[in-house]
């Protein structure tokens, strides 16, 4: 550590033991005196700010230290390693310093300081990123106006300056802040400003107790994800996923993480706690991944979403009113992928609050066909839709939340088993037998098992053949339903006793479809399949039928003798080392 000797205003180098030593916090001016300034072959008594230094380091002399640390002339700058080390341990250079000397050279030293309108509330020195920490860090600090006489220490005026800066008079008052939440802590940075982009960053390292390199010229946004992901190493605070933007933003950008991408942010998050019980057990840390943050969180659909993408994600960060009355907060996610644990945030520029098993939406955030639904729900309470949170999972659910969505992959296609052997409880089986197929279908012997067979549509062999641009099946392209394949299923039920009971056929016709709109008006992240049984006589037929009109409703049943239906359900599988639909029949019989 570099110090000032306060009587010869030399620097000299300490290793290990540091004395006593005063500080100082500023903001820069005209003519700072650096280090490069004080070495032989300088002037530094011809520039503008010697007469602060000189000033600063007679006052520690006369208070008793023999050593003061001055940022402009303590730091080597031109050397990146020195200026890495010395940022990271500002904040405990801060801490460990017997007094903080604070001078305002905006303020005159007769200043009525309670005034809303007095110099000491406009001091530039408030509204700067570095001197957050030289406020806080410090065990005293004293305040000193342009001609460096007294106007009051940290805790003669803390009142004044947690009505200016947001900062609680206990921590001013010296009370320990790491049990303030994340969130109410980047509020206290939220309005200030650094000279250099990254330095709004790399100035609140201490405040969240994080050591990172420095990498001047990666922009604020990068250097602040990446404050937030080493703090995140360290601590569950979800605090930190409760931001807001504006909304003219939103408009721009309709896709966000979970970490925000600068302190202002943080704006409206002072009151923001970590709450007194659990909104979950959580058994999986927070990471960071190439996928994006994995985090686990308790995911409630939102009530009446066609699309089924929308989740209501209740975080572990709560606000207590004047009654101390504890409401939790949530954010607004949607899924990415009809196959994957992918999700992005959408509508920032809003918090939810849940309270007593519902949570509260602003109708103004929804779209237009949404609010006439909720109106016609009765979930609609003046400008508010409070709907009724599930009881989701208390162990959570671990997923990817990426700030900007990839470029939608394609499941390889669509494939069936049609399982020669769909057992009806107690009575018997059902054959079910693939007797036509039409083009792209295909019948593949199984990898695993050659005797058995299954059924696939690739789609690259659908578009070609129906004639579609593989880019009308992308996302943002699609509109409504595309038909890709048609084949007969003929089904034959045998009795326990081996005696055949009935046949009968229907054609099965598979696609891909374009979700629904949500209820916020976002993208959709990802089209789905879909599958109909019909009737009829001609498969070609039938395929012309979905192909030309996407008013063609499928049926998801096909009734079957003896009060039996048929149905399927889409899931996930593998063939060929490519992700595909994997379709499944079954058999119910409903009461009757």
Known sequence: ??????????????????????????????????????????????????????????????????????DTCCIDKSSSAELSEAINSMFQWYKESAICYAYLADVADINDIDSQESCFRKSR????????????????????????????????LANTIES??????????????????AAARM???????????????????????????????????????RLQQEFLKASDDETLFAWRVDSEEVAAKPCWGLLAASPRYFKRAN??????????????????????????????????????????????????????????????????????????????????????????????????????????????????????????????????????????????????????????AVEGTILVTVSWLQEPWEKWGDPGNMASFYYMVYFHHALAHLGILPLELAVKNLQGRKALGCLKLSLTKTNKDGVRAWETSTYLVVGMEAIPPNPFGTPAGYTRPWYSFANGVDGNAIMKRFTDSDSCEPTPLFALPDWLLLEAEFGVGKRFSRVCHRLDLFITKPCV
Not at 164 to 179: A, H, S
């Open 164 to 181: 200016v800066t947001k900062v609680p008079e206990t921590i001013l008052m010296g009370k320990r802040f790491d049990g303030t939440s």
């Open 271 to 424: 009151e923001l706690q970590e709450p007194r019980s659990k909104t979950r057990i959580v058994n999986h840390p927070t990471e960071v991944t190439n996928r994006g943050l994995r985090v686990e969180l308790s995911l409630d659909p939102m009530p009446g979403d066609a699309s089924g993408s929308i989740f209501l994600a209740v975080l572990q960060c709560a606000y207590y009113d004047n009654n101390y009355r504890e409401s939790f907060i949530a954010i607004v996610l949607q899924r990415l992928s009809s196959f994957e644990q992918q999700y992005t945030r959408i509508v920032p520029d809003i918090i939810l609050h849940a309270d007593v098993g519902f949570i509260e939406l602003p109708i103004n955030s929804l779209s237009p066909v949404s609010r006439e639904w909720y109106q016609r729900s009765g979930l609609l309470y003046g400008d508010t839709v409070r709907v009724r949170a599930s009881h989701a999972d208390p162990q959570g659910q671990l997923i990817f939340v990426r700030p900007v969505p990839r470029v939608a992959e394609l499941a390889a296609g669509i494939y069936f088993y049609p399982e020669t052997q769909l057992r009806v």
């Open 187 to 225: 509020s206290w940075a939220s309005e200030r400003i650094t000279t250099r982009p990254e330095d709004m960053a790399y100035c609140l390292l201490g405040l969240f107790d994080v050591n990172m390199p420095l990498l001047y010229g990666e922009g604020q946004e990068k250097a602040f994800m």
């Open 1 to 70: 550590m570099r110090l000032l000797h306060t009587r010869t205003l030399q620097l000299e180098n300490f290793l290990g033991t540091v004395p006593p030593y005063a500080i100082l916090s500023h903001t820069w001016e005209k003519e700072e005196v650096t280090l490069e300034d004080m070495k032989p072959g300088g002037r530094p008594k011809e520039m503008q700010g010697y007469h602060k230094l000189k000033r600063s380091a007679r006052l520690a002399r006369h208070e008793g230290y023999e050593y003061i640390w001055i």
């Open 125 to 156: 020195w408030f509204t700067r990123g570095w001197t957050l920490q030289e406020m806080i860090a410090p065990k005293e600090v004293v305040f000193l106006g342009n001609s460096w006489s007294r106007l009051g220490t940290r805790l003669s």
